[in-house]
């Protein structure tokens, strides 16, 4: 069993639709959980950083952790095309003031069409 | 937040033959990490490398398959050495950077490698 799982799609969406991504894992000791979007050919770009559970919203994304499902989520409101990207959840043990070691999924292709 | 570079972006090689990737942080940073994304597949962490240490690998990665150097805070490079076509992937430097009160990491843009 994975560590991390994560859905790879592909997702499509009309622009303004609601995405909801998610990502389950195994391993009760992760403490900080993050999503990072990639746009091909392109690193990982950090979009929300999560520690223990509980919501966290930033404009239009919010990210929700359930510690006691061992269960995340990113959702995008109003999607729009230029959110159209692969979308990686990671998560990380507490170290104390390092991340140390990320344990990524695999991503989830992203497409919003017009 | 840091500012990573890599060299080269992306290379096509030989079977056999070895290819150092380079990666520039315009800050000091203690820790450095190198990740390997293969297609279809989640970023592996190959190793951590701290400046003034040897490198700490990750279960499955050996130095003599991928040798990495750290002669300062700012830079790092990894090898990849006698390369079979299993080793095409993208490979990725990250940092971790002290940001609006939290620990972030951040990556740089890749090196996309074919091994023919």
């Known amino acids: 069993q994975k560590e991390v799982e994560q859905d790879p799609g592909p997702l499509s969406v009309p622009e303004g639709a609601i995405v909801s991504l998610n990502c389950t894992y195994s391993n009760s000791a992760f403490q900080y959980f993050m999503w990072y979007r990639q746009y091909s050919r392109k690193g990982p770009e950090l979009l929300m950083y999560t520690y223990s559970s509980g919501n966290k919203e930033d404009g239009r994304f919010t990210a929700q952790v359930d510690k006691s499902s061992k269960y995340i989520s990113l959702f995008i409101r109003d999607s729009q095309p230029s959110d159209s990207a692969t979308y990686l959840c990671?998560?990380?043990?507490?170290?104390?003031?390092?991340?140390?070691?990320?344990?990524f999924g695999r991503g989830t292709q992203l497409t919003v069409w017009p | 937040s840091a500012v990573i570079s890599q060299k080269p972006s992306r290379d096509i090689c030989q079977r056999g033959t070895s290819l150092t990737i380079q990666c520039q942080v315009d800050s000091q940073v203690t820790m450095m990490f190198w990740y390997r994304q293969q297609p279809g597949q989640s970023l592996t962490l190959i190793a951590t490398?701290?400046?003034?240490?040897?490198?700490?690998?990750e279960s499955g990665f050996v130095i003599d398959k991928f040798p990495i150097s750290r002669p300062n805070l700012t830079f790092s490079t990894l090898t990849v050495s006698n390369m079979s076509p299993e080793d095409s992937s993208i490979y990725l430097c990250s940092v971790e950077d002290w940001r609006h009160g939290n620990t972030e990491a951040f990556f740089g843009q890749g090196t996309r490698l074919t091994v023919v």
């Open positions: 990671a998560m990380s043990l507490d170290r104390g003031s390092t991340l140390g070691r990320l344990y």
């Open positions: 490398a701290n400046q003034g240490s040897e490198a700490t690998y």
